[in-house]
């Protein structure tokens, strides 16, 4: 739990009973807000509206923990898969909540075929 002091100054106390946990999505929305992604083309202006909500549907679809290849996420949330791929390894990093992102071949490796599972950071 955060408290502040008078100052504005912030410090951490041990959680108590009453404390109540973030919802994973409320927090991602939140760091989603804030944070900004990466790339040399990344303009905030032009892009974080449409990348924040590219990375709110990805992880509303996969927070459940099912296995899928970049189709099933495309067919589902309309996003390319240059840009879910993207968003995945955004979900990864500290600013977007350190998520797990667990990858395997789906059928036989040579073919080439990968699907993806999210495990929710708690």
Known sequence: MRMWDRSGFVFMTAPTLFDTVEDPRHQLARQAACADFDGPAYNRAADHERLSGQILRIFDLMRDGTWRTLAEIAARTGDPHASISA???HLR???????RIDKRPRGERGGGL???????RR
Do not use: D, N, S
């Open 93 to 99: 990093k500290a600013r977007f909540g350190a998520h």
């Open 87 to 89: 968003q995945l390894r």
């Open 114 to 120: 990968w699907e993806y599972r999210l495990v929710i």
